[in-house]
Structure formats: structure tokens, C-alpha cells
């Protein structure tokens, strides 16, 4: 699989999401394996407003390369001014947004909202392409609804259009995150385009990652909530597709050494408050299945400061042990 200069077989990616995939997370993420890592969405119109959120969302670390910055607007002036802001942070990818589904963004244009008129999506990314000197991909879904499936069409003027990759989250705008995702699209757009197809939806386990490959010929798998509930699942999956096992212990000390990190690495660049307060969506999946983490996980949305968490974590982890026996 080639992006520009990028040449990764069997590549996995983060998807890029908002709130989520902030430094932290992308750097835990690369260190558990990810071959590339998405920004959180970048508001085009709060970029060309310079509004100081949005640009802290383009700040990305040579350590997390090969790194892309996720820009999405439903208006072609601001994205293509966007696209040159975003440049500018010498990202290896810049990628379009043409697959949120959020009533908001979509409705007015943005996001999925493209998949409604594919000549402007295409006039928006042939122009982004012509404005910056790096590769531009594209994140779409496979249509708006289930009546109007066009990610044939789309994949095409796509390609034309000059983009050098396109990742596909094989679910329609209306499903949202919801019922299965239809990953036989995959192979469909495979058969009508020259660039790398990278597939998004439905990828949970290591065991998914495993079977999109095997069944769909993508060149890519792109995870996203699976990631959320376990970062190390990019180490398990180049296991599992390495060795044909897993050898990576999911013990709960693995998981609180793990949690700790990535809470440390938010430190590194938020204020305590902004680090640990917003942290607290990732404590469901680092808890998940062991005993009695409901009450752990009530008490740690309480914590504001490390050093509690810390302690509260260590002091769970040798009241596990005392159990002899790891629920997971």
C-alpha cells in the first residue's frame, strides 16, 4: 500500500474522533503499533476564524509520524484555506471528512452530508489536492441511506479527483453506529479504483481485524471505537496476523500500567483539571469485566489529581490479587 511516499502492507490505522484522539492517545496508540493516526476532526470555518480550539487540534509530535490532520466543512473556500493552514504543520496526510454522520455537520453540507451531491465532493477534493504539495485522502460511508448507496460513484470521482487513498466506513449516514457493517463494499470499490481502500466499521477485536483482511482485500483497516475500549489492540491484531495467536497478556495490571501512561502522557500537555476530567470516558473500557470496577470507576470520576488515581488503581489491582482469580 502506497501514500506518497508511505509504504505500509496490511496497515492499521486510528480513526480520527473527536475528543478521542487527541497527542496522548495517538502517541499510546503508535506505541501499541498503529501504523497511522488521525487527528480529531478540524473545523474549517474555526480555522479560517483562527479560533484558538480548533488550531491546538493541529498540533501533532514527530514521535506519532506517519500522522494525518482530519479537516471537514461543507463550504469548498474554507476547506481549501484550511487545507493550506493544515499544511502548514507539516502533517504526512491530509484527509476530508466526508463521512460524519452527526445531524449537525451532515445536514448542513459537511461531512457525510457530501455523499448528497458527489460533483461538489469532488470539485471540494480536486481542489484541496491542487492547494497543498501533500497526499489527501478521503473518509466517506458507503451512502446517505440504504436508498442511496453511492460509494461506487463516489470511490471513482474520488480518484479522479486526485485523492491517494480512501478509507470507507462500510455503514450509511442514517445507521450511524448502528446494525452491521456491510464490509463487502470493500472488495466492490477494490474492483473499480487503482488507490488503497481502507475499511472502517464494525472492527472491534483483533479477530476483526484479522477477518476484514482476510475476506475483503482491503489494503488497510482503520479502528476506531475498538480502539477506544482497548489502544492495544493494534499490538494484538499484528500478533494475531504474525503469529496466528495473541501473546499479549490482558491482565489487569497490564491495563492499570497502561491507563496510567496514557494519563500521564495528557498531563504532558494539559493542565491536571483538562487532563483528567475529560480522561474519564476511557475508564469504562480499561475496567472492563474486571470485579467490582463499577465502584472503582465511581470513585475514580470523582479524582481530579494522579497521585489518588495512582493509589486507587494500585490499591484495586492488589485487592484482584488477593482473589487469586482474574475476571476479564
Known amino acids: 500500500m502506497n501514500i506518497g511516499n508511505l509504504k505500509i502492507d496490511n496497515a492499521l490505522l486510528l480513526a480520527p474522533m473527536e475528543d478521542v484522539t487527541d497527542i496522548a492517545f495517538r502517541k499510546l496508540c503508535k506505541e501499541f503499533g498503529a501504523d497511522i493516526v488521525y487527528t480529531e476532526f478540524v473545523n474549517s470555518d ?7 480550539k480548533t488550531f491546538k487540534k493541529l498540533e501533532i509530535t514527530d514521535e506519532e509520524r506517519p500522522v494525518g490532520i482530519q479537516i471537514y466543512g461543507g463550504n469548498l473556500g474554507p476547506m481549501v484555506e484550511s487545507a493550506k493552514i493544515a499544511e502548514k504543520k507539516n502533517p504526512d496526510i491530509i484527509d476530508i471528512n466526508a463521512g460524519c454522520w452527526v445531524k449537525k455537520i451532515a445536514n448542513r453540507g459537511a461531512g457525510a452530508g457530501l455523499l448528497r451531491d458527489p460533483d461538489y465532493m469532488q470539485k471540494m477534493v480536486e481542489a484541496i489536492v491542487k492547494s497543498v504539495k501533500i497526499p489527501v485522502t478521503v473518509k466517506t460511508r458507503i451512502g446517505w441511506d440504504e436508498n442511496s448507496i453511492n460509494i461506487i460513484e463516489i470511490a471513482k470521482r474520488v480518484e ?63 479502528i476506531a471505537r475498538g480502539a477506544i475500549e482497548r489502544p492495544w489492540i493494534f499490538r494484538e491484531a ?28 495528557s498531563l504532558e500537555i494539559k493542565e491536571p483539571r483538562t487532563a483528567i476530567i475529560p480522561f474519564r470516558k476511557f475508564w469504562s473500557g480499561y475496567l472492563k469485566g474486571l470485579r467490582n470496577s463499577s465502584k472503582v470507576k465511581q470513585e475514580l470520576m470523582k479524582l481530579t489529581e494522579y497521585a489518588p488515581i495512582e493509589d486507587l488503581l494500585m490499591n484495586y489491582l492488589e485487592e484482584l490479587k488477593k482473589e487469586e482469580k482474574f475476571i476479564y
Open 46 to 52: 474555526g480555522l479560517i476564524r483562527s479560533n484558538k
Open 238 to 265: 499484528k500478533e494475531l496476523l504474525t503469529y496466528g495467536e495473541i501473546k499479549l497478556i490482558d491482565s489487569p495490571e497490564f491495563r492499570f500500567q497502561t491507563a496510567l501512561r496514557h494519563l500521564r502522557y
Open 160 to 222: 479522479d479527483a486526485g485523492a491517494s487513498a480512501l478509507t470507507i466506513h462500510c455503514r450509511t449516514r442514517s445507521q450511524g453506529h448502528n446494525g452491521e457493517a456491510d464490509w463487502s463494499w470493500i472488495q466492490k470499490v477494490k474492483e473499480v479504483v487503482k488507490i488503497p481502500v481502507f475499511l472502517n466499521g464494525g472492527v472491534m477485536t483483533a479477530y476483526d481485524v484479522k477477518k476484514a483482511f482476510e475476506t475483503t482485500n482491503a489494503d488497510g483497516v482503520m
